[in-house]
């Protein structure tokens, strides 16, 4: 599964608990500048929307403020919101688990990255936890200790 798109900010903010894959319901031109590497994910998030029609009384998943650019090649495309959102194909009892994890401990679903997955799009996305301040900085410090470990490693050989 190569990453074509990953919100590299989302593992720094957030505490990822569990991933879940979702397919995403795209216009024909978007999946070619997706595929293409045209993509954002910075500042993107999931949420769940209650559908307009009265009679769905599931809710459904929405990925809200990721930047798809109009592919260049495409024919002119009239009134197109690079940052529209996007619907997530997920199934019902997925949907059920996620409205009771999120009502119940205060969680929020974050998209961690964009792949191809057998010639579908496919997003991959987690319930976090909004990590504090200070867990940041014990990531920072790990990974400086860690590059300074590589470092001598490589230079012992």
Not at 22 to 33: I, N, P, T, W, Y
Not at 109 to 119: E, F
Request: hydrophobic share 35%; net charge positive; charged share 35%.
């Amino acid at each position: 599964m190569p990453a074509i798109a990953v919100n590299k900010k989302a593992r720094f903010d957030y505490e990822i608990l569990e991933k879940y894959e979702a397919g995403l319901v795209l216009l024909g031109h978007e999946v070619k500048s997706i595929k293409t590497g045209h993509v954002n994910m910075k500042g993107s998030f999931v949420v769940l929307k209650q559908p307009k029609n009265r009679s769905k009384k599931m809710p459904e998943l929405y990925l809200i403020n990721t930047h798809v650019p109009k592919y260049k090649y495409a024919a002119s495309v009239v009134d197109y919101d690079p940052y529209r959102s996007r619907k997530l194909l997920i199934k019902k009892s997925e949907i059920r688990k996620l409205i009771g994890k999120k009502q119940e401990q205060g969680l929020t679903l974050v998209p961690l990255k964009i792949y191809t997955k057998r010639n579908l799009l496919k997003l991959e996305f987690g319930l976090g936890r909004g990590k504090k301040k200070y867990d940041k900085r014990k990531d920072i410090k790990k990974r400086e200790l860690d590059r300074k470990v590589s470092g001598m490693l490589k230079r012992r050989k």
